[in-house]
T-cell receptor, first 111, second 116 residues
Framework: TQLLEQSPQFLSIQEGENLTVYCNSS?????LQWYRQEPGEGPVLLVT?????EVKKLKRLTFQFGDARKDSSLHITAAQPGDTGLYLC???????????FGSGTRLQVQP | NAGVTQTPKFQVLKTGQSMTLQCAQD?????MSWYRQDPGMGLRLIHY???????DQGEVPNGYNVSRSTTEDFPLRLLSAAPSQTSVYFC???????????????FGPGTRLTVL
């Protein structure tokens, strides 16, 4: 059972388009992290959100944590080929160090 | 500062063989963990450790052993490899300086293991 469901699983778009990736759960998380992973490498942290309704921006990337802390979204504006990669969300629970990872969204941005 | 290092990068085993995947970090992180990554499954936690001498099981621990004799090293042992253990294995570390699981996890480059 996957506690964190990501959608879509695959996304292929043209350079300059906008996109949104979703991370949903029936469970409440105390924090939500987003990682990006490039081929042959380990995931790298993009952002951590901890407050329900929180919105964080990282250049062209906008991250939002749902009010109920059960879901999150990642919006990319004017995607570039350098955004290509696997995007993983990971939920944290109070009192636990281990993260629960989603299944990932593989993004390909065509030039 | 090398971060998290893993060896080997690639490995092919025959069913029944044993091997150890090495992981080391030079950031003085207390928390270390092992994940496996399979297509469509994201990252699944195998074992983790909150400090030297302390280890615990994650979501998929069967067939794997770990030990933590030093802060820096956290090897993962496959006792008798099976084809179902074909996967990419990632080691990660993080500080325990802040409460909860908000601390950034730093990942190694991974070990791609094939069991025939």
């Amino acid at each position: 059972t996957q506690l964190l469901e990501q959608s879509p699983q695959f996304l292929s778009i043209q350079e300059g388009e906008n996109l949104t990736v979703y991370c949903n759960s029936s469970s409440v998380f105390s924090s939500l992290q987003w990682y990006r992973q490039e081929p042959g490498e380990g995931p790298v942290l993009l952002v951590t959100v901890v407050t329900g309704g929180e919105v964080k921006k990282l250049k062209r990337l906008t991250f939002q944590f749902g009010d109920a802390r059960k879901d999150s979204s990642l919006h990319i504006t004017a995607a570039q080929p350098g955004d290509t990669g696997l995007y993983l969300c990971a939920g944290g629970r109070a009192g636990r160090r281990a993260l629960t990872f989603g299944s990932g969204t593989r993004l390909q941005v065509q030039p | 500062n090398a971060g998290v290092t893993q060896t080997p990068k690639f490995q092919v085993l025959k069913t029944g063989q044993s091997m150890t995947l090495q992981c080391a970090q030079d950031m003085n992180h207390e928390y270390m963990s092992w994940y496996r990554q399979d297509p469509g499954m994201g990252l699944r936690l195998i074992h983790y450790s909150v400090g030297a001498g302390i280890t615990d099981q994650g979501e998929v621990p069967n067939g794997y052993n770990v030990s933590r004799s030093t802060t820096e090293d956290f090897p993962l042992r496959l006792l008798s490899a099976a084809p179902s253990q074909t996967s990419v294995y990632f080691c990660a570390s993080s500080s325990l300086a802040r409460q909860g699981s908000n601390n950034e996890q730093f990942f190694g480059p991974g070990t791609r293991l094939t069991v025939l």
